[in-house]
């Protein structure tokens, strides 16, 4: 397990090494970000879900863990957000990139993660875990930046009926509930395109990680590393074994809770007029500190 996560964050570091010293032109990565979104991630989902074997996975106690962390997790944002505000000055802006950077999940590196410890189970039960936390998530971080954010937001259902994920997700599960088979040359495609999202995605992550922006760590930028990396993931696992779940199960709960938050927190947060600096300054620290929570959180749930 150590030797298969050390391989994950090897890639983030080359990505990183990459960015800065062979490939440093803004463009390509964006271009590669485009890529990975628009392509090779919905590809991998199409083809992964198509052929799943659902009924062998526990989608319903799966989903019920992931929901139970998530919305206890956004409750107690929530509870939280008034005193916080008052006693240690965090207001509306800051308070929603603390929302998403605590609930929000990078999905290129939970299946990556997925796939190399557990091989197709693995990123078939972390498309599962996409299916059920993507459209949940969208629909609380763009309620969040409304509320108390200082911008203004496009269409909640346009940007839910566009998203790529979701798309990919959707086509993918009609497939295979409805038995319909997509022709060899076409599967095959998928799968060659598919196969390249997961590489790409790690190195995308490490193109993107921004040192600069944790010259200034505060209590913003603490809590939305702390929330998300030890107690999100803490309240799945445990909800996944009170569940009955157990092995990769619960480890697929646990990685897609205690993985660092998306990239795209920090596109919505320049969008929707939230706090973009601390967006950015959290996405850095978690990965940063993944590091060492991930393998803790595999050694205290003895996965």
């Given at each position: 397990m150590?030797?298969?996560?050390?391989?994950l964050f090897l890639?983030?570091?080359?990505?990183?090494?990459?960015?800065?010293l062979l490939l440093p032109d803004p463009t390509i990565w964006s271009g590669g970000e485009k890529i990975s979104?628009?392509?090779?991630?919905?590809?991998?989902?199409i083809e992964t879900l198509a052929k799943a074997k659902l009924s062998s996975v526990p989608v319903g106690s799966i989903a019920m863990a992931l929901l139970a962390a998530n919305?206890?997790?956004?409750?107690?944002?929530?509870?939280?957000?008034?005193?916080?505000?008052?006693?240690?000055?965090?207001?509306?802006?800051?308070?929603?990139?603390?929302?998403?950077?605590?609930?929000?999940?990078?999905?290129?590196v939970a299946l990556a993660m997925a796939g190399n410890l557990y091989g197709e189970a693995g990123v078939t039960l972390a498309a599962v875990a996409m299916a059920v936390l993507i459209p949940v998530l969208n629909v609380q971080s763009v309620w969040v930046l409304r509320r108390h954010g200082s911008g203004?937001?496009?269409?909640l259902l346009r940007g839910l009926a566009t998203n790529p994920f979701i798309l990919g997700i959707t086509i993918g599960l009609t497939l295979n509930l409805t038995g319909l088979v997509l022709p060899q040359a076409m599967m095959s495609a998928l799968d060659m395109v598919g196969s390249g999202a997961l590489g790409l995605g790690l190195l995308l992550v490490g193109a993107g990680l921004r040192l600069e922006d944790l010259r200034r760590p505060n209590l913003a930028l603490m809590l939305g590393v702390g929330l998300r990396l030890t107690l999100l993931p803490a309240i799945g696992g445990l909800a996944a074994l009170a569940l009955g779940l157990a092995g990769p199960a619960v480890a697929i709960v646990v990685i897609c809770l205690a993985v660092p938050t998306a990239s795209a927190s920090y596109v919505l947060a320049r969008q929707m007029g939230g706090d973009a600096p601390l967006m950015a300054a959290i996405l850095t620290a978690q990965t940063l500190v993944s590091f060492l929570t991930l393998p803790a959180l595999f050694v205290i749930f003895r996965l």
């Open positions: 150590i030797s298969a996560l050390i391989a890639v983030i570091v080359a990505g990183h090494v990459a960015r800065r979104y628009y392509i090779l991630v919905p590809a991998l989902l919305l206890t997790m956004a409750t107690l944002l929530l509870l939280i957000r008034k005193p916080i505000e008052t006693r240690f000055q965090i207001h509306g802006p800051a308070f929603t990139s603390i929302f998403q950077g605590s609930l929000r999940w990078n999905a290129f203004q937001g496009g269409s």
